[in-house]
């Protein structure tokens, strides 16, 4: 079983649609990455948490260390938010998800 | 990826030719790493560094090294590139607890 599990593997919505993806771990974390990769592009990252929650835009993210779960959502889906997202848990050293691939279609 | 640049940014190699990447940062970090991304595998960590002169092993070190001559640089090299070295490679200051996490821009690499 992978330290970090991320749910679902590949996401498909209408554009405006609200969005949530998954991410569990099992490993103790001092900071949990939420990060975004275009299609042949770099990786940008979104969130970087260690309690509660944080906003940007329409883009939150969520935190809860006890469950060791975090989720990302997305508020009002648009085409340009088709990428895929990896979270990654900070242990000492990064341990990333698989990623989940988001399409929204207009 | 401010402050974090890679080179070169596509490279298409034949079996058995060598290469080196260079990941440059004007960041001032002690730590440095270099993973490499495959589809349906994640990101996987070869190689990293704690500070200038020093070396470590990742998940995936098995046919590259690295040197760490000067703080700012971290350079891989792939001494005999086998086709399963295709990958994007991505280097990466560390995370921290003050910031978020930058990557370079990533480096595309073919072995055919």
């Known amino acids: 079983k992978n330290e970090v599990e991320q749910s679902p593997q590949n996401l498909t919505a209408q554009e405006g649609e609200f969005i949530t993806i998954n991410c569990s771990y099992s490993?103790?974390?001092?900071?949990l990455h939420w990060l975004q990769q275009h299609p042949g592009g770099g990786i940008v990252s979104l969130f970087m948490?260690?309690?509660g929650k944080k906003k940007h835009g329409r883009l939150i993210a969520t935190i809860n260390i006890q469950e060791k779960h975090s989720s990302l959502h997305i508020t009002a889906s648009h085409p340009r938010d088709s990428a895929v997202y990896i979270c990654?848990?900070?242990?000492?050293?990064?341990?990333f998800g698989q990623g989940t691939i988001l399409t929204v279609h207009p | 990826n401010a402050g974090v640049t890679q080179t070169p940014k596509f490279r298409v190699l034949k079996t058995g030719q060598s290469m080196t990447l260079l990941c440059a940062q004007d960041m001032n970090h002690e730590y440095m790493y270099w993973y490499r991304q495959d589809p349906g595998m994640g990101l996987r960590l070869i190689h990293y560094s704690v500070g200038e002169g020093t070396t470590a092993k990742g998940e995936v070190p098995d046919g590259y090294n690295v040197s760490r001559l000067k703080k700012q640089n971290f350079l891989l090299g792939l001494e005999s590139a086998a086709p399963s070295q295709t990958s994007v490679y991505f280097c990466?200051?560390?995370?921290?607890?003050?910031?978020?996490?930058?990557f370079g821009p990533g480096t595309r690499l073919t072995v055919t």
């Open positions: 490993v103790g974390i001092s900071a």
């Open positions: 990654a848990a900070a242990t000492g050293k990064l341990t």
């Open positions: 990466a200051p560390p995370w921290g607890n003050d910031y978020e996490q930058y």
């Open positions: 948490l260690s309690s």
